[in-house]
């Protein structure tokens, strides 16, 4: 495999572009709009302009990554892609959308991957004629930077493709871990609880976010605290994602916080927003 095509030039899309390019795959980025494309290729040169200070890349290889990169507007673009990953915006009614459309333009060879946080592979995959070849690929932002990504396997999912996309992730520099299509994977399933009770903290005046988020970092040793962790996110995402356990799996442990409600219903998402537990301005 060396043709990928990335659906959606968002934050996650772009950094997933940015790896592959940087590993030498040919990179279609696709999205609808013209102006998030030429956002996305502005930030993957800067991001590797970065790079390049930290000493991590050279001028040549940053050249020779960005002329792997091309962009394109319309999904059929990623017809002749070996390997699809898509980073679209995290609704299920859009990502079965993108499935069912992709199924029918790309060769029944190509393998479609989602970089879904928490929605289920088994349901992507029914919106396909080839579940045995659709998978989750699930990659930690930033991108460039972690190492980590969520293999996901569909009820369907073949053990070939599972190695072939294991693969590819190691190549790309990745350490994937393989685990199996549960409500909010290993990651969020894990992660989304210790936010959301971080935000019970704040709500419930047992701490500000500073103190939570200190007590974590230099008693838990974690590089970033919980909120915000989550201001990176995106407080929506977070809502989403804890609604998908709560529903998933019928526990009330996984209930969202009051408090994340209404700073969401308030437009208070986080970096993205410029204001979630912390003031971005």
């Known amino acids: 495999m060396s043709k990928v095509a990335v659906i959606g030039a968002g934050t996650m899309g772009n950094g997933i572009a940015h790896v592959f390019a940087q590993s030498t795959w040919d990179v279609t980025l696709i999205d609808v709009a013209k102006p998030q494309l030429d956002r996305a290729i502005a930030t993957i040169t800067k991001n590797m302009d970065r790079q390049i200070k930290k000493n991590l890349i050279t001028e040549a290889e940053r050249d ?9 507007t319309e999904l059929g673009a990623a017809g002749d892609a070996s390997l699809v990953v898509e980073a679209a915006v995290e609704e299920a009614a859009v990502k079965f959308e993108i499935f069912e459309a992709l199924d029918a333009m790309v060769p029944a060879s190509t393998i479609l991957a989602s970089n879904t946080s928490s929605i289920s592979i088994t349901e992507i995959a029914a ?5 045995d070849r659709v998978i989750g690929m699930h990659f930690m932002n930033p991108v460039p930077m972690m190492q980590l990504v969520e293999i996901i396997r569909g009820l369907g999912t073949s053990d070939e493709t599972t190695k072939t996309v294991m693969e590819t992730a190691t190549a ?17 399933r894990v992660l989304m609880p210790m936010i959301n009770e971080a935000m019970y903290c704040v709500m419930e005046g047992v701490a500000t976010p500073e103190s939570v988020d200190t007590v974590m970092k230099l008693g838990m040793n974690h590089p970033l605290g919980p ?10 995402v977070c809502l989403s994602i804890l609604e998908v356990l709560h529903e998933g799996l019928g ?12 700073m969401v219903a308030a437009g208070r998402l986080g970096r993205k927003s410029g204001q979630g537990f912390y003031d971005y301005h």
């Not at 919106?127 to 579940?131: E, F, I, V, Y």
């Not at 790309?172 to 969020?188: I, R």
């Open 227 to 236: 909120l915000a962790l989550a201001d990176l996110i995106g407080l929506d």
């Open 172 to 188: 790309l520099g990745k350490t994937p871990v393989e685990v199996n299509d549960y409500p909010g994977f290993v990651a969020n």
């Open 64 to 72: 020779a990554a960005l002329g792997h990169l091309t962009t394109a």
């Open 251 to 262: 526990d009330p442990k996984y209930r969202a916080c009051p408090l994340l409600r209404k």
């Open 127 to 131: 919106r396909t004629q080839r579940p």
